[in-house]
């Protein structure tokens, strides 16, 4: 079965800092990008990173630029979020998503997300 | 930044209507790079339509996307239960995709 698992979420204070973790299986990872889109309650969806194949391409919405890092391991099929410096603001559910940037370029794999609430 | 802006914000409908649900991009966007998602409420979001036309695996007939850039336009052509829910459109206009704010489809 094709599926994303993501993990690492909680209650963290403001400026801490989580890793968020996401585990492919299924499918070929290293064949795809890879992007976190998270989602604060009662809101809207929100991109927030993503990351190509062999990590060498990486892209951030403005709002977590600096402070959030997107990487991967190929070997452990695994892609990673480190929040860092967080913020009130960034209380979101945070879902991985499987990302096909070629003729078509969409999200095709979802995970069932991860929670971080930051709050002190 | 491309930003998408979806109208209605809901659209109060009954099983068995047609709904309508428009997506306008902030400047022309190429259709093989907008996308349709369905939300249910506590679930994940699930891709219904790539290429601002093109139907996913498994996704039903009565979905359907057209439109070029800056309109694009998701229809389901008779609301069934299981299809009220939050739509988003996405783009990817660039390096870095946005999402619409979304439409609630809801029963009336």
């Known amino acids: 079965e094709v599926q994303v698992v993501e993990s690492g979420g909680g209650l963290v204070q403001p400026g801490g800092s989580l890793r968020l973790s996401c585990a492919a299986s299924?499918?070929?990872?290293?064949?795809?990008?890879m992007t976190w889109v998270r989602q604060a309650p009662g809101k809207g969806l929100e991109w927030v990173a993503s990351?190509?194949?062999?990590?060498?391409?990486?892209y951030y919405v403005d709002s977590v630029e600096g402070r959030f890092i997107i990487s991967r391991d190929n070997v452990k099929k695994s892609t990673y979020l480190q929040t860092n410096s967080l913020r009130v603001e960034d209380t979101a559910a945070y879902y991985c998503?499987?990302?096909?940037?070629?003729?078509?370029?969409?999200?095709?794999?979802w995970g069932k997300g991860t929670t971080v609430i930051v709050s002190s | 930044e491309i930003v998408l802006t979806q109208s209605p914000g809901t659209l109060s409908l009954s099983p068995g209507e047609r709904a309508t649900l428009s997506c306008r991009a902030s400047?022309?966007?190429?259709?093989?790079?907008l996308a349709w998602y369905q939300q249910k409420p506590g679930q994940a979001p699930r891709l219904l339509i790539y290429?601002?036309?093109n139907r996913i695996t498994g996704i039903p007939q009565r979905f359907s996307g057209s439109g070029s850039g800056p309109d694009f336009t998701l229809t389901i052509s008779r609301l069934e239960p299981e299809d009220f829910a939050v739509y988003y459109c996405?783009?990817?206009?660039?390096?870095?995709?946005?999402f619409g704010q979304g439409t609630k489809v809801e029963i009336k």
């Open positions: 290429g601002a036309s």
């Open positions: 998503a499987r990302e096909l940037r070629f003729y078509y370029n969409y999200m095709d794999v």
């Open positions: 996405q783009q990817y206009g660039g390096s870095r995709p946005t």
């Open positions: 990351i190509n194949q062999d990590g060498s391409e990486k």
């Open positions: 400047e022309s966007v190429g259709s093989k790079y």
């Open positions: 299924g499918f070929a990872f290293d064949n795809y990008w």
